[in-house]
C-alpha cells in the first residue's frame, strides 16, 4: 500500500498536477485577500481576520480536487492498468486508501503555505496578535476535513468512468450538491424542523459550525462519516467490474 501510496504521489508532482493545484489554490486565495478592491480585501476592510480565505476556500476546492482526483481510477481505466493494479497483492481498500491519501497529501500542501497569511495578518493587527486565533484555527481544520471529503468524492467520482474530463465533471457536481445542496432545499423548498434537519445533511453546515471555533464531535464525526461513505461507494463501485 505504501509503495503504491508513493506511485501516486510521485505521478501527481511528475505530471505538474500537484505544484499547479497547489499554486492555483495560492494565486487565487491570495488575489482576492490582498489584490482585488473586494469586501475580501484585508488591506481595504480594514480588519485583522481570514474570513475570505475561509469562504472562498471551499469553492476553490470545489474545482481544484476533482482536478486533483479525475485521473484517480478513470486512467487506470482507460490505460487498462485497473485489473493489473487488482492483481496484486493488495485488498480494494488498500488500493483505494493509498489513492485518498495521495490526494489528501495534496490538500495539505496547499493548505500548508497559507500559514504565511496567518502571520502576516497577525502581525499587521492593532496591536499584533489582535485577531480571533480560536476562530481561524477552527476554520483550518474545518477546511481540511471538508477537503478530505471532496477527495473521497472525487475517487468515488473516478471509479464511475473512465474519461478523466467526465470524472471531473461527476465530482464537481457531487461536490457541489452534498456540500450547498441541502441547504438550497432548506431554503427554497422546505421549512421547520424537518428542513434543519435536511440543512444539517450538508457539508456546509458542519464547516461553518467548526468555522466558530468550537470542534464539535459532531461535526467531525459527520466529515469522517462521509468521506467513508464514499470510500464505501468506491469499493462498491469497483466491485461492480466483477459482476
Known amino acids: 500500500m505504501y509503495t503504491l501510496f508513493k506511485k501516486e504521489i510521485n505521478g501527481f508532482l511528475n505530471s505538474f498536477i500537484g505544484y499547479v493545484v497547489v499554486i492555483v489554490f495560492l494565486v487565487m486565495i491570495g ?21 475570505g480565505l475561509f469562504v472562498l476556500g471551499p469553492f476553490v476546492f470545489l474545482f481544484l480536487i476533482p482536478a486533483i482526483t479525475m485521473r484517480s481510477f478513470a486512467d487506470e481505466k482507460k490505460s ?17 486508501l493509498a489513492k485518498y491519501f495521495a490526494g489528501l497529501v495534496l490538500v495539505i500542501f496547499s493548505l500548508l503555505p497559507t500559514l504565511v497569511y ?11 496578535g489582535n485577531l480571533d486565533s480560536g476562530s481561524i484555527w477552527g476554520s ?11 477527495v473521497a468524492i472525487g475517487i468515488f467520482a473516478s471509479s464511475l468512468t473512465d474519461n478523466q474530463i467526465v470524472s471531473f465533471i461527476l465530482a464537481v457536481f457531487i461536490c457541489f450538491f452534498v456540500y450547498m445542496g441541502f441547504e438550497f432545499i432548506y431554503t427554497f423548498v422546505l421549512s421547520g424542523k424537518v428542513g434543519l434537519i435536511i440543512e ?7 464547516y461553518t459550525s467548526m468555522s466558530r471555533g468550537v470542534i464539535d464531535t459532531r461535526d ?23 459482476w
Open 80 to 96: 487498462g492498468t485497473l485489473e493489473l493494479l487488482m492483481t496484486q497483492p493488495l485488498t480494494d481498500f488498500q488500493v483505494i
Open 200 to 206: 444539517s445533511l450538508g457539508l456546509n453546515a458542519h
Open 140 to 150: 483550518y481544520i474545518g477546511l481540511f476535513f471538508l477537503g478530505a471529503s471532496f
Open 118 to 128: 496567518y502571520f502576516s495578518v497577525y502581525h499587521l493587527g492593532m496591536p499584533p
Open 31 to 51: 488575489l482576492f485577500l490582498w489584490v482585488f478592491p473586494l469586501e475580501f480585501n484585508i488591506p481595504d476592510f480594514g480588519f485583522a481576520n481570514l474570513d
Open 220 to 242: 467531525l464525526i459527520y466529515f469522517i462519516s462521509v468521506t467513508a461513505v464514499f470510500i464505501l461507494f468506491t469499493k462498491l463501485s469497483l466491485e461492480s467490474r466483477k
